[in-house]
């Protein structure tokens, strides 16, 4: 297994530091809004590789934060006049139904800031015991010049940084590039007593403590989205290996950008999405098989023309696993045929293709071509005369490959009553050639929302 590693600009062979085990924090939201569609590429691409991961037999850790006190959630709470837990308890709860939806689930760790305040004192402590932050009127900053191997994760050098990166410019500190790591308390602000005084973690801090307190001192991947490589992730790489003398992480993964109409996501354009506004046309289904029909370190451009293409992409493979299913109800048990053997011999080879392609640094793009490669197969050598046994094997392959991304989870739906027995009249009709009932019926049945097939393999339906 293979993957690019943002740290060295190249595909690595994939080593675990504990064999079996994978150790992996990706960075998670700032809960003071609904998350966008940008921030859901990212939350299922890490959803996706731990999926993966397990599929491949490892143990897996994952832990992905919750930011619940910071300037916008302050804000926010200012603006709706409650207090800033209220805000990132709401917003918090929010996220896991958004994510859910998407078929996102949860990590096996969600720290809060708030909740590891005494972790993230103990680090800048011993950030400063040794000599690496410093001071000033409550503030505690990190002193970027007493790191040496700063910019190596972002490819810049110090110079580069102070001349053309965007930092808030403090005459208090030594050097422009040197970052927060504690804030004093200002008025009507959440605040904590820390050896500096009252105040609140800055950003990057929090990330190295529970990172630390979760996974231990080194992990095998940190990730999240590109915008993060700076300053996030270089500040968080600086202070974790300058207060541990050892790598933060092995492997660090990051997600292309998503752009939408090939214009930046931004909400003065009016382009600027969540799930939950998607769901208004799309079943979220869709927007994951979209997103992972893409490899996840490229751009994704998002238009409505896109999303329709990866709504018939994903009912195709619906149509198959349905097609599937309606011959393993109708099939009879019988010995399996030789030239079922023949075929079933060769399903095999789709799942070592599907491994190949997502051994590569994670190429869903890839598999689910796969996927689809196995589709045009089942549907060539399939027919109503297949035996129970072959059909099962087809359709648990399907479901094992397209399970490890989180696609086609969806039940069949039970129709009522009352229009399975329109269905079966409808059938009725057709035998007896009475073909004047039987468009009668079929009319009824679309007024109730319900569309009618008539295929090879018997009558199918679907709700409009």
């Known amino acids: 297994m293979k993957l690019y590693n943002t740290l060295t600009r190249k595909k690595e062979t994939f080593v675990p530091i504990v064999p079996g085990e994978i150790k992996m924090y990706a960075c998670g939201p700032t809960v003071y809004n609904y998350f966008h569609i940008g921030n859901a590429r990212t939350f299922m691409t890490f959803d996706g590789m731990r999926r993966y991961f397990q599929y491949r037999g490892y143990r897996v850790t994952f832990v992905q934060n919750f930011t ?57 402590q011993s950030l400063q015991d040794k000599g690496y932050a410093y001071e000033v009127k ?25 001349s053309g990166a965007r930092i ?17 308390a200002k008025e009507n602000e959440p605040s904590w007593e820390s050896p500096w005084g009252e105040g609140r973690p800055g950003w990057h801090i929090e990330c190295s403590a529970m ?30 290996e300058a207060a541990q003398d050892k790598p933060f992480a092995n492997y660090w993964v990051h997600v292309g950008y998503l752009n939408v109409d090939n214009k930046k996501m931004s909400k003065s354009l009016n382009n600027f999405f969540t799930p939950r506004d998607i769901s208004r046309e799309y079943d979220l289904e869709v927007i994951r098989f979209f997103m992972f029909s893409a490899h996840y370190r490229n751009p994704i451009n998002f238009s409505k023309e896109l999303v329709e293409a990866a709504k018939n992409g994903l009912d195709r493979l619906y149509n198959s696993k349905e097609n599937l299913e309606h011959l393993i109800e109708n099939a009879k048990d019988k010995e399996i045929k030789a030239i079922e053997k023949e075929w079933i011999g060769k ?10 392609a997502m051994d590569d640094d994670f190429n869903t793009a890839d598999g689910i071509a796969v996927l689809f490669d196995l589709v045009r197969f089942i549907n060539s050598n399939i027919s109503p005369e297949s035996s129970r046994a072959a059909l099962n094997t087809a359709y648990e392959l399907l479901l094992e490959l397209a399970g490890v991304l989180g696609l086609l989870n969806k ?28 468009d009668e019926i079929r009319n009824q049945l679309k007024e109730r929302g319900i569309v009618l097939e008539d295929t090879p393999q018997g009558v199918k339906w679907k709700r409009l």
Do not use: C, M
Request: net charge negative.
């Open 68 to 124: 619940d006190i910071d300037d916008k959630i302050i804000q926010k709470a200012q603006e709706e006049n409650i207090s800033p837990k209220e805000v990132s308890e709401k917003y918090i709860r929010e996220y896991f139904q958004d994510a859910e939806s998407l078929g996102i689930q949860k990590a096996d760790f969600h720290p809060k800031v708030t909740e590891n305040i005494s972790e993230i004192i103990s680090f800048i």
């Open 138 to 162: 409550g503030d505690v900053y990190f002193d970027v010049d007493k790191f040496n191997g700063y910019g190596k994760l972002s490819k810049q050098s110090i110079d580069d940084l102070q």
């Open 168 to 184: 808030e410019v403090n005459e208090e500190k030594k050097s422009p590039l040197d970052f927060v790591l504690w804030k004093s």
């Open 211 to 240: 990172a630390k307190k979760y996974l231990g001192e080194t992990i095998d991947i940190h990730g999240g989205g590109g915008d993060l490589v700076f300053p996030h992730h270089e500040n968080e790489l600086a202070q974790t």
């Open 347 to 356: 399903l095999p080879d789709f799942r070592d293709s599907y491994v190949k």
């Open 411 to 438: 039940r069949k739906e039970i129709l009522n009553t009352e229009i399975e027995e329109l269905i079966d009249k409808r059938q009725q009709a057709r035998k007896e050639k009475n073909y004047q009932l039987a």
